[in-house]
């Protein structure tokens, strides 16, 4: 066999065996949500309902059935995109037709992506206006679902065309060493959105007005102040336009740095409560949390330049899929599109170690509440209404889940309380 047949055995394997994993794995989860079906766990009797807990049951399987024909769907037009020949056809139709400028060559990396989105619209409006509908979630309505994708689309070719053509650009003007040239210019652009996402682009997509005076807003101001955790504002966000949800977390950093609740969240839970899960997102916070994996997100980003500019040297990469080597484009393009079949194995470690930031903001939220029963109280709730998952399988939950099962927590919270 040649090299080339090598390499397109090899990516067939692995993105079937990516596929057959997920597969197998949502069976082995549905398998053990089934098998506690039709009792409470008994950590939770009492706490929930049986009408609740039997309607998680079915929203779960619902989901996982939706998955596992979208996750086929998908790898059907990954392979008819990935070993048809479409891409190299494209890429010479755009070439000659535009010529191989940065900026044409942006766009076209820009619309390629665009057009391997399509394929996915028809699942993600089934999600939201059936799925979601009929477990009592959907708040959005077909001409905002529009209005979100057609902002998102308008906000890509705004900020990530002239960013590709930069990166383009460095790739001529650097030569060898681009790819260290590239992996700086993109963490000062990430340092810019974490100041510029906040401030213009969230407010695009919802609206956010400050926390009204009262007693909840005395209390939260008060933890921030017992914990040194001084935010600019604390804002509340109506994510019921969309979904009944919850969600509570802080953005920007310095002086640009605010609290956001869910509109939901203030529905649903208790001012003890909130306050217990804003703790949480300090003890993210306090732990140091967002700067390490800011650090783990820059070395990888740094590891995928370099692995992309090695790729962009060897022409059984470009021949192996059909493309002639020569532009860096074809590289870019088909890393982007194979990482995923490899980055899928590594998924338990990276879960695993967001897991553990879990255990310990949970941990500090306990320290400062000096009680663990608040933030318990307030993720019985919030798994409640969510219909969360109660019984996950270990396997599923390693792969799947960046947060500890509620049982977990609440295990680990009440260890950490005996200490305190």
Not at 54 to 64: C, F, G, I, M, W
Request: aromatic share 16%; hydrophobic share 50%; glycine share 6%.
């Amino acid at each position: 066999m040649s090299v080339t047949s090598i390499v397109t055995a090899t990516a067939l394997i692995l993105i079937l065996a990516r596929w057959l994993a997920q597969l197998w794995l949502a069976r082995l989860n549905q398998k053990n949500v089934l098998a506690h079906a039709n009792e409470i766990p008994r950590a939770f009797e009492g706490t929930i309902d049986r009408e609740t807990y039997h309607k998680s049951v079915q929203y779960t399987l619902a989901k996982s059935k939706y998955g596992q024909l979208e996750t086929t769907y998908e790898l059907v037009v990954f392979l008819l995109v990935l070993f048809t020949g479409v891409l190299p056809w494209a890429f010479g139709y755009f070439t000659n037709r535009f010529g191989t400028s940065a900026w044409s060559m942006a766009a076209f990396l820009f619309c390629i992506m665009i057009a391997l989105s399509i394929p996915s619209l028809p699942f993600d409006w089934y999600g939201q206006f059936h799925l979601e509908q009929r477990f009592g979630f959907n708040t959005s309505t077909p001409r905002l679902w529009i209005m979100d994708r057609v902002k998102g689309l308008v906000l890509g070719f705004v900020i990530g065309w002239p960013l590709l053509v930069l990166v383009l650009k460095i790739v001529d003007w650097t030569g060898t060493f681009w790819w260290l040239w590239a992996w700086g210019v993109m963490m000062v652009f990430q340092l810019i959105m974490l100041v510029l996402t906040p401030i213009l682009i969230m407010p695009l997509f919802n609206k956010f007005t400050p926390l009204p005076e009262g007693s909840l807003r005395e209390r939260l101001l008060g933890l921030g102040q017992r914990t040194g955790f001084h935010a600019k504002s604390i804002q509340v966000m109506d994510g019921s336009k969309r979904s009944r949800h919850s969600n509570a977390f802080f953005t920007g950093f310095g002086q640009f740095r605010k609290i956001v609740l869910f509109d939901t969240l203030i529905q649903q839970l208790t001012e003890p409560e909130l306050e217990a899960v804003l703790a949480h997102e300090i003890g993210h916070y306090k732990k140091k949390h967002i700067p390490k994996m800011l650090l783990w997100s820059t070395f990888g980003l740094l590891v995928t330049f370099y692995l992309i500019s090695l790729l962009a040297r060897q022409e059984w990469f470009y021949r192996s899929f059909g493309f002639e080597p020569g532009s860096i484009v074809p590289a870019l393009l088909l890393f982007a599109l194979l990482a995923g079949v490899v980055t899928f194995w590594f998924s338990p470690i990276a879960h695993w170690w967001s897991r553990r930031h879990e255990y310990q903001a949970d941990a500090y939220a306990a320290e400062t509440m000096k009680e663990p029963q608040s933030l318990i109280g307030a993720l019985r709730k919030l798994n409640e209404k969510n219909l969360s998952n109660l019984t996950p399988h270990p396997w599923y939950s390693g792969f799947y889940y960046s947060h500890p099962t509620l049982l977990e927590r609440e295990q680990a919270l009440l260890k950490s309380a005996a200490r305190l």
